[in-house]
């Protein structure tokens, strides 16, 4: 079983950028499918976006196309997520998720889908 622990959050400014970090430990990372999820108060649970296996399969959520980009790194078991551009409505707890299942698209955005979850991380992007 794989556990996930996210880092990098913080408070930052309208127009400012953070780099989310997640390392994963006792699976074997590279077959997982990986992404990003956040929820801010009130709200469900939001899909940010994911990376297949071969970083070969990338889907961003449209709120966050362009702005945002995914990345792993297999050989240190870890994930990114850059946020540039970031806007008080980005501010949540974003959540490392894992799957040993394949996704591509709007199958993906589905939380149930994702089988193993971090602790989260808050980012606060402030006005």
């Known amino acids: 079983q794989v556990q996930l622990v996210e880092s990098g959050g913080g408070l930052v400014q309208a127009g400012g950028s953070l780099r989310l970090s997640c390392a994963a430990s006792g699976g074997t990372f590279s077959s997982y499918n990986i992404g990003w999820f956040r929820q801010a108060p009130g709200k469900e649970r939001e899909f940010v976006a994911h990376i297949g296996w071969s970083a070969d399969n990338i889907d961003y959520a449209e709120s966050v196309n362009g702005r945002f980009t995914i990345s792993r790194d297999n050989v240190k078991s870890t994930m990114f997520l850059q946020m540039n551009s970031l806007k008080p409505r980005d501010t949540a707890v974003y959540y490392c998720?894992?799957?040993?299942?394949?996704?591509?698209?709007?199958?993906?955005?589905?939380?149930?889908?994702?089988?193993?979850w971090g602790q989260g991380t808050q980012v606060t992007v402030s006005s």
């Open positions: 998720v894992a799957t040993e299942g394949y996704c591509t698209g709007y199958g993906c955005v589905d939380p149930r889908l994702w089988t193993h």
